[in-house]
């Protein structure tokens, strides 16, 4: 039976561990100075952030009654000068820094220079999306932008030689950090440009904001913007951000992490080269199996071993085709035939005359019917037909006394004069 009584739980380790912190009085009033990071101010008045410097960090909160007396406004990259106790908090087992009082410590015009550029640059477009260039799949030749010592160049060479050695690598010696340090990245990226590069990894490694700033001035970034080869920016850890990160096509973390990023891992590749060797194999073995089954398939048919049967089938359709039009052109003459003696033995070519006495009698029915509407039988009738300026008269509107007009007989026309005017 096991003997569970020497195990503690994690409630009880924390709770120890965090009655040491608060009985050490070393951790009880602890002054340091750092930069603020991952700053978040709750609905409470409580804020949260990390404090980091070159190479760590530590979490820190201020409760809202000492927030309250601050005289500047906390963000990330404010450097910044606290005291507080160190603590355990108990539920997560972390340890952090509760601050009662909190300075700015001079650094925090940087920080307000980077966002000032930062909201320029990107008001012009500088970080849209729609200007990054793709990285290419397989580089032959990687350009370097970095110090020729330290670390980054070390950590930057021996990535891409292990993971893609057949790619050829070209260092632009520049410096990183100082006074000088801005424009010599910027003539180093034009130097870049003049040679068939199909990568340029751009940065250094990690420092304080002071040492990354070179990376944050304005020539470096519109220099990284117009070069038309594709950019890693890799400055600094991962923690870290300057302008070059946003302008670039690529940000990596680190040195190392763009370098990964650069170029393919030749492992990889090679399996997926066999994989493709594979998959190209059985695709040739099963297209050549398919194509002899279908060979097969055509040498062992009817038709092939047969061959006169295709054609005594094409001829017994032509000789059904024939047929079918001869017995069409027979039915279409005996219907003509037929047609014909119905013409031959009609009525009106045996009596022609009959057809003549019908026209005849038809021709003198409309004369007469002409006859009964033609006005000039009216007037042989006794009747008369009133004319004014060529138009006959039907009523004596339009007559005035003293006016003249024309009345016509059947043997003539009689030109007259109003002279009175009756209605009836």
Same mark, same amino acid.
């Given at each position: ?28 009033? *602890? ?23 070159e ?46 009082d ?5 650094i ?51 990535t891409i030689?292990r993971?893609?050695?057949?790619c ?17 990245i910027v ?16 940065g ?36 870290d ?6 302008v670039a096509?690529h ?6 992490g ?27 073995s099963?297209?050549?199996?398919y ?47 037929h ?27 409309l ?9 000039l ?5 006794g ?6 300026d ?26 007259? *004069?109003?002279?009175?005017i009756?209605?009836?």
């Amino acid at each position: 039976m096991n003997n569970n009584s020497k195990y503690l739980t994690v409630s009880v380790i924390n709770r120890y561990l965090k009655d040491q912190f608060d009985r050490n009085e070393h951790l009880r009033c *602890v002054f340091l100075k750092g930069e603020i990071s991952n700053f978040k101010g709750h609905t409470t008045g409580h804020l949260y952030f990390s404090l980091k410097d070159e190479t760590s960090k530590i979490n820190a909160i201020m409760f809202s009654r000492n927030a309250n007396k601050l005289a500047f406004k906390p963000a990330d990259g404010t450097k910044v000068l606290v005291m507080g106790r160190i603590g355990v908090y108990e539920a997560s087992g972390s340890y952090q820094i509760y601050v009662e009082d909190m300075q700015e410590d001079g650094i925090g015009n940087l920080y307000i220079a980077f966002e000032k550029l930062k909201a320029k640059l990107a008001e012009e477009g500088l970080f849209d999306t729609k200007h990054k260039k793709t990285l290419p799949k397989y580089p032959t030749k990687i350009g370097i932008i970095t110090a020729p010592t330290g670390a980054a160049i070390k950590d930057i060479l021996s990535t891409i030689k292990r993971r893609y050695p057949i790619c050829q690598t070209i260092l632009f010696p520049s410096l990183v950090q100082g006074e000088y340090a801005a424009p010599d990245i910027v003539r180093n990226i034009k130097r870049a440009s003049t040679h068939d590069l199909d990568l340029l990894i751009v940065g250094r490694g990690g420092g304080s904001i002071e040492d990354l700033w070179a990376f944050n001035e304005e020539i470096v970034a519109r220099a990284i913007f117009e070069c038309d080869i594709p950019i890693i920016s890799a400055v600094g850890h991962e923690i870290d951000f300057t302008i070059a990160d946003f302008v670039a096509d690529h940000r990596a973390p680190t040195p190392t992490g763009a370098a990964e990023m650069a170029v393919p891992d030749i492992i990889d590749l090679s399996k997926y080269l066999n994989q493709l060797k594979i998959r190209l194999s059985e695709a040739v073995s099963k297209q050549v199996n398919y194509q002899k089954l279908y060979l097969d398939s055509i040498k062992s048919s009817f038709v092939i071993k047969n061959p006169m049967i295709m054609f005594d089938n094409r001829r017994q359709k032509l000789d059904i085709l024939l047929s079918n039009v001869k017995d069409a052109m027979n039915i279409y003459i005996t219907k003509e035939n037929h047609r014909l003696d119905k013409i031959k033995h009609a009525y009106i070519l045996k009596n022609p005359k009959i057809l003549y006495e019908n026209k005849k009698n038809k021709l003198s029915n409309l004369i007469d019917k002409l006859e009964l509407i033609n006005p000039l039988g009216i007037l042989k009738r006794g009747y008369a037909v009133a004319y004014k300026d060529g138009k006959v008269l039907s009523s004596i509107k339009g007559l005035k006394s003293q006016e003249q007009f024309a009345i016509r007989l059947q043997d003539g026309i009689i030109e007259t *004069v109003v002279k009175n005017i009756k209605e009836i």
